[in-house]
């Protein structure tokens, strides 16, 4: 791994600073303000008895997700996409992408027939957007599952979340492979991939691309590792997040 120091100072395999506000709405039922540097994403997560109609009568649970930005989450104003009246396909694919990343660790029948929809909006975006949206989505899922459990819509005993979900951007930037993309290193990489991984190390999804030249196995193998050492310090984070919260709520 190089040494080369980074614009904003940080080495390789240095993430940004990561801080998560749990708990953040008062009106959800779980929330959290995530920030990846200076992206910053606000989660909640809805908690609904009752499940879709093709759901109905099978005993099982749905979980799923809409992301969107504000319009001057960007340098410049971006026009809403309720106003253009049409839903930008990047929108529909990172949506589906913060789904399957949850559903991913969901136990479903233990979730009951029951709805949680996650709410990511980017309020300010500076790379890594959806990759802090799933590690945050992750914290107001939790919140979510425990209100309910109180409430008594979910068994007191049972488990829906089978494993922790988190995911970080990493990509190869000047011949270099770097943890956590800022935008200026995001959008001059030559490859630049999103891995999203239980907090057990195992691989949920890896969507990888070579900007410029190709990258060969050895790289890969190098993305994939400095992805598995950040994704086990975002892990540590919600852990440390969701327990001094309920530490505080106990006492």
């Given amino acids: 791994m190089s040494d080369q120091t980074r614009a904003d100072g940080r080495t390789p395999q240095q993430m940004r600073p990561v801080t998560i506000e749990r708990g953040w709405s008062s009106q959800a039922e779980g929330s959290a303000l995530i920030s990846f540097g200076a992206t910053r994403v606000l989660c909640t997560a809805s908690f609904t008895p009752g499940v ?3 759901l109905t009568g099978k005993g099982t649970g749905w ?3 809409e992301y969107s930005m504000l319009p001057r989450s960007t340098n410049e104003r971006m026009q809403r996409e ?3 009246g049409k839903i930008g396909g990047r929108t529909h694919e990172i949506s589906r ?11 479903t029948k233990a979730l009951g027939e029951n709805t949680i929809v996650i709410d990511c909006d980017v309020l300010q975006a500076d790379g890594g957007t959806r990759t802090a949206s799933i590690t945050g989505a992750y914290v107001a899922l939790a919140d979510a599952i425990e209100w ?4 008594g819509h979910i068994a007191r005993k049972a488990q829906p ?9 990493v990509g190869i930037v000047g011949g270099t492979p770097m ?5 200026v290193e995001d959008s001059r990489a030559e490859t630049d991939m999103n891995v999203v991984m239980t907090g057990s190390g195992d691989f949920v999804e890896v969507q990888g691309t070579a900007e410029g030249a190709p990258f060969d196995r050895a790289e890969l193998n190098s993305l994939l590792d400095l992805a598995l050492a950040s994704g086990s310090e ?3 984070i919600q852990r440390a997040v969701l327990a001094e919260t309920l530490a505080a709520k106990e006492g």
């Fill in 52 to 54: 879709p109609r093709w």
């Fill in 63 to 65: 979980v799923t997700a």
């Fill in 82 to 84: 309720a106003v253009r």
């Fill in 97 to 107: 992408l913060i789904g399957r990343s949850l559903r991913a660790v969901i136990d």
């Fill in 148 to 151: 309910a459990r109180a409430a």
């Fill in 161 to 169: 979340l089978r494993d922790s979900v988190a995911a970080v951007s």
């Fill in 179 to 183: 943890s956590d993309l800022a935008y």
């Fill in 234 to 236: 975002l892990s540590e």
